[in-house]
Nanobody, 121 residues
């Protein structure tokens, strides 16, 4: 059974930091490209950051570049998002995503349940 379980969200003041984690199970984590998405109220889900399989190349959205860092620990089957210098506009539900990029997993797409991040004074 595939599971992606996010944790680490919460309420933080502007300028603060949070570290999100996504614990994966039920699939070969190192074979999947991993990403963080977010969805704010009334807005569409957007890609925040992504990291290649098994590791290395990473990219982030312009809105978070220089503030957020995505990383993965394949030994622990865990994805991370270090969020620094948080702004009120970072408030959203953050989702972990796994995409199959190797045969025969191409086309598979898994989502976590999301974790709420609220940035407010």
């Amino acid at each position: 059974q595939v599971q992606l379980v996010e944790s680490g969200g919460g309420l933080v003041v502007p300028g603060g930091s949070l570290r999100l984690s996504c614990a994966a199970s039920g699939f070969t984590f190192s074979s999947y490209a991993m990403s963080w998405y977010r969805q704010a109220p009334g807005k569409e889900r957007e890609l925040v950051a992504a990291i290649a399989s098994p590791a290395g190349r990473a990219a982030s959205a312009d809105s978070v570049k220089g503030r957020f860092i995505i990383s993965r620990d394949n030994a622990k089957n865990t994805l991370y998002l270090q969020m620094n210098s948080l702004k009120p506009e970072d408030t959203a539900v953050y989702y972990c995503n796994a995409k199959g990029v190797r045969i025969p997993t191409i086309g598979t797409d898994y989502w976590g349940q999301g974790t709420q991040v609220t940035v407010s004074s």
